[in-house]
């Protein structure tokens, strides 16, 4: 996959976020951060921790992805 212009990676990562199968990664958020994009947010478990992160990576090739979310 190509890289995408910055302008248009939030949306884009947000977007998978929200149509993911997995409820939980429904509910998080993304935010653009000097060239990077941090998600955040509460999960059940380490693997969705993970997988959100995946999610993110494979939809922004080329950006630098900060996982902050928490798992309780």
């Given at each position: 996959?190509?890289?995408?212009?910055?302008?248009?990676?939030?949306?884009?990562?947000?977007?998978?976020?929200?149509?993911?199968?997995?409820?939980?990664?429904?509910?998080?958020?993304?935010?653009?951060?000097?060239?990077?994009?941090?998600?955040?947010?509460?999960?059940?478990?380490?693997?969705?921790?993970?997988?959100?992160?995946?999610?993110?990576?494979a939809?922004?090739?080329?950006?630098?992805?900060?996982?902050?979310?928490?798992?309780?």
């Amino acid at each position: 996959m190509a890289e995408i212009s910055p302008g248009k990676v939030e949306p884009r990562a947000q977007k998978a976020l929200a149509s993911s199968p997995i409820f939980e990664l429904r509910d998080l958020h993304v935010e653009q951060r000097s060239g990077s994009l941090c998600i955040s947010g509460v999960v059940s478990s380490f693997y969705h921790k993970q997988l959100a992160q995946e999610v993110v990576r494979a939809v922004c090739t080329g950006v630098e992805v900060v996982n902050s979310i928490d798992v309780q």
